[in-house]
């Protein structure tokens, strides 16, 4: 090599070593950002994955519960009843299922000793069974009678099957595996499930599935111990579910990603052991082929327990494809760092404040989805996964807790008159004075509207949850000031402690609203704790509430009417309307066996509009013919008439409708409506004064003594209760209350009608007092529109005479 061609390397060494030293640089960050990004990436994966499987676990487990509340309903309406007939059991069970036939059914197996089997067969076969009798299961469909025991399980009832099906009479402790599930039941009085077991008689054959067993012990006997349930047992509850519809039917209503799958084992499953559940996402290639459990968890995986009653399966969930779902920014990274270093440092910059901006706006997102905007409290959503931690914590024998639901009594009221933006304003005071009544461990959270839910941690006694809520009751009784208006508020609370035979934090929300509803149902500006009693009335209103809203669709529902007369003369002068329910299994109901309820449940609404129109229709009936009377009057309840926001507007195109006067119809109303009554509501009677509707106070001179009221409101007539009336003739003090009311309804210009007038005795009284109106058995009791169409045409009517003491009148 001579000296030029060493001047000439010369100078390319020394521009390549910077080359050299800027590629190795590049190289380095383009590695370590390619490295940083992987990591991040595989981060992100793995908790969107793992966010992905707790949500489906808590849908699988949510939904399971639904279908096993099911059967823990019915087994609340053998507890309410006496005895339960298949009419029964279809109707109930019915309602129940409805559009679930072909995922899970119902049976009912009574327990039958050996002394009783003969007439119990007996019985089913005269009860449209026919050739009923107790078998013996039997793998084969070969079921012969079944030996001499000292007990048997048949199956009496069942959902969705004939009644010649075979199952009917099967014993089920005549299998082994349903035996040992219904004996755990019964000897633990718990849920009992036995897991992938083969289902029999569904529609397409036989099906893999569970079976659960709930014990339903007699009434009023004793079953604390072991000796006492098996021997005072009444019958054991079966639900049998088809594993694959029943989940495959829950995922299909959880609006949740189709970004994994599920694989389902029994907790006693071994390595080598099949699923007895799969669910594989529409993106997965290929068809599914059965995997080990082994070979599953060899994959990335998330894995929990799903509790049917007493039995547990393994839940495995997987990415779908086997892998989690990955990005690959890192090598594109990679390939422009090595191609332009100066290109690639303006990407990762891009690149990394991409990154944080979208984990920011995650982030937000995620505290949007559980913070209520208004407030910035907890929302329900990140209440109940607070509680659902709190329950896995109480089963590791942590402390007790308590929730606490409550809402602001009339907070509607506050609204309507000062306005939503200061109703705002008083949730966010609302707020703060919560804060600070609750310790820094409890939770604070807003449902929506003007309901807040508590969760009190650290509960040793229940008096503690009581001193919470009647230090919150006080908080919130200490009036408010905003923007210069002092608003003043109370508020109802329920209370639901933790036990551990809780089903889970819904169940535990569900009791806690039941709770509220007795709070309220006590006058509210109160708190009550949750107990059973109320329980049960809540679904005996439910119940009778649904029967209610079908009776009106179906047209079971009539007005009956009781005279009013004029005393002097007999002369009729109108009419009350009074509902009765033609009740498909119960007859002929008054109103007081169903309008309490129908005023807790809001039915009273759609019932008190029907009300309305039939009397107007009846009344334009009664025009035809030439014989209406001057009045039709109409009870209106007090929830009727604060609910409906237009109530004027709803009884005048009733009146159109029918065509008759406003004059011709009054509406009576309690005396604790008119003392309750809002500006809102004060708009609205004279609304119905301008109409020309009259106006009556029913129950007059019982509840209040504040007789303002009748200075305020356009009142027409003055209705005495029957209560007063009734002893006015054996005590001085009801004749005075009577006779003082009669004299002030005078000097007012009111009329008066006396209610529940029953005596000869009692219309000389009346009479002599100046009472110039009445109603009440002694001239009618409540009888249809073709019975009072004859009284009439009649015109009068003649005092009825009676021997022994009459019954006590009402106007329901």
């Excluded at 992905?52 to 939904?63: E, F, K, M, P």
């Excluded at 208006?485 to 329920?494: D, L, M, N």
């Excluded at 006590?522 to 209103?541: I, K």
């Excluded at 009329?751 to 009346?766: D, P, S």
Aim: with cysteine; net charge negative; hydrophobic share 45%.
């Amino acid at each position: 090599m001579d000296l030029a061609e060493v001047r000439t390397k010369g100078p390319l060494a020394r521009h390549l070593f910077p080359i050299l030293a800027a590629a190795a640089i590049g190289l380095a960050i383009a590695v370590s950002s390619w490295f940083a990004v992987s990591m991040w990436e595989a981060r992100l994966a793995t908790a969107s994955f793992t966010n992905d499987a707790g949500d489906y676990a808590a849908a699988l487990q949510n939904g399971l519960d639904q279908y096993l509340n099911k059967l823990v309903a019915v087994r609340a309406f053998y507890d309410s009843s006496v005895t339960v007939d298949p009419d029964e059991f279809e109707v109930f069970t019915g309602r129940i299922l409805q559009g679930l036939s072909g995922r899970m059914k119902l049976t009912w197996s009574p327990r039958v000793t050996r002394d009783e089997r003969a007439k119990f067969e007996a019985k089913a076969r005269v009860d449209g069974l026919e050739g009923y009798t107790i078998k013996t299961w039997a793998a084969d469909g070969v079921m012969p009678p079944a030996a001499e025991r000292d007990e048997y399980f048949p199956v009496r009832y069942a959902t969705d099957l004939p009644k010649d099906a075979p199952a009917f009479g099967i014993d089920l402790a005549s299998e082994p595996m349903r035996r040992e599930t219904l004996e755990r039941g019964r000897d633990g009085d718990c849920m009992a499930t036995a897991l992938n077991i083969v289902l029999r008689h569904f529609r397409h054959g036989d099906r893999h599935g569970f079976f659960v067993a709930l014990p339903v012990y007699r009434q009023a006997l004793p079953h604390e111990s072991v000796e006492e349930r098996r021997s005072n047992t009444l019958g054991i509850l079966g639900g049998v579910f088809q594993t694959a519809p029943v989940f495959d039917a829950i995922l299909q209503t959880a609006a949740l990603p189709p970004s994994v799958d599920l694989y389902l084992y029994p907790v006693s499953a071994g390595p080598n052991a099949a699923p007895v559940y799969t669910r594989s996402t529409p993106l997965q290639a290929g068809p599914l082929k059965p995997k080990t459990r082994a070979e599953i968890e060899a994959l990335p995986h998330w894995s929990g327990t799903l509790k049917a009653g007493d039995a547990s399966w393994n839940l495995v969930v997987t990415p779908i494809g086997g892998g989690l779902t990955r990005f690959y920014r890192a090598w594109i990274v990679l390939v422009i760092v090595l191609l332009v270093f100066g290109t690639v440092l303006a990407y990762m910059w891009t690149l990394v404040r991409h990154a944080l901006r979208l984990e920011t706006v995650n982030r937000r997102v995620l505290e949007l989805a559980q913070t209520d905007l208004l407030t910035s409290l907890a929302n329900r959503r990140a209440f109940l996964k607070r509680l659902s931690a709190a329950f896995a914590a109480s089963s590791r024998i942590a402390p007790p807790f308590a929730v606490l639901y409550l809402d602001i009594d009339d907070f509607k009221d506050v609204n309507d008159t000062l306005g939503h933006p200061m109703g705002d304003e008083l949730l966010k005071q609302v707020v703060e004075r919560l804060k600070e009544a609750v310790k820094d461990e409890d939770l604070v959270a807003r449902f929506g509207g003007d309901e807040f839910a508590i969760l009190q941690t650290d509960v040793t006694d229940p008096t503690m949850a009581g001193a919470l809520a009647a230090k919150i009751g006080k908080l919130l009784a200490t009036p408010f000031t905003i923007e210069g208006h002092q608003v003043r508020i109370t508020s109802s609370i329920g209370i639901v402690l933790f036990t551990p035979d809780l089903a889970g934090p819904e169940a535990m929300m569900v009791q806690a609203d039941l709770a509220l509803y007795g709070a309220k149902d006590e006058g509210r500006n109160c708190y009550r704790f949750h107990s059973l009693d109320l329980d049960q009335q809540v679904h005996e209103r439910v119940t009778i509430a649904e029967e209610l809203r079908l009776a009106l669709e179906d047209g079971d529902l009539e007005l009956y009417y009781q005279p009013q007369v004029e005393l002097a003369t007999g002369r009729i002068i109108g009419v009350e309307a009074l509902i009765r329910w033609n009740h498909k299994t119960r007859g002929l109901l008054a109103p007081a066996c169903f309008i309490p309820i129908a005023e807790r449940t809001g039915a009273v609404l759609p019932l008190g509009q029907w009300v309305i129109d039939e009397a107007c229709r009846q009344l334009k009936l009664w025009h035809l013919e030439g014989i209406a009377p001057p009045t039709v009057a109409v009870n209106v309840s007090s929830v009727q008439f604060k609910g409906a926001s237009e109530l004027e507007r709803d009884v005048e195109e009733s009146l159109a409708r029918a065509g008759v006067e406003a004059g011709e119809l009054e509406l009576e109303l309690t005396e604790s409506v008119l003392m309750e009554a809002t500006q809102k509501h004060s708009e609205t009677l004279q609304e119905l004064q301008r109409l020309g509707v009259r106006i009556a106070i029913d129950d007059f001179g019982t509840g209040y003594s504040s007789l303002k009221y009748l200075t305020v409101y356009p009142v027409n007539r003055l209705k005495l209760a029957q209560e007063l009336v009734f002893r006015v003739t054996v005590d001085y003090r009801n004749a005075a209350v009577v006779r003082a009311a009669i004299r002030l309804a005078h000097e007012l210009g009111i009329e008066v009608i006396a209610e529940g007038v029953e005596t000869e005795a009692q219309v000389r009284f009346l009479i002599a007092a100046g009472c110039e109106q009445a109603q009440g058995f002694y001239f009618s009791r409540p009888v249809t529109a073709a019975r009072v169409a004859e009284l009439l045409r009649e015109g009068r009517i003649e005092p009825v005479s009676r021997r022994a003491r009459p019954l006590t009148s009402t106007a329901a």
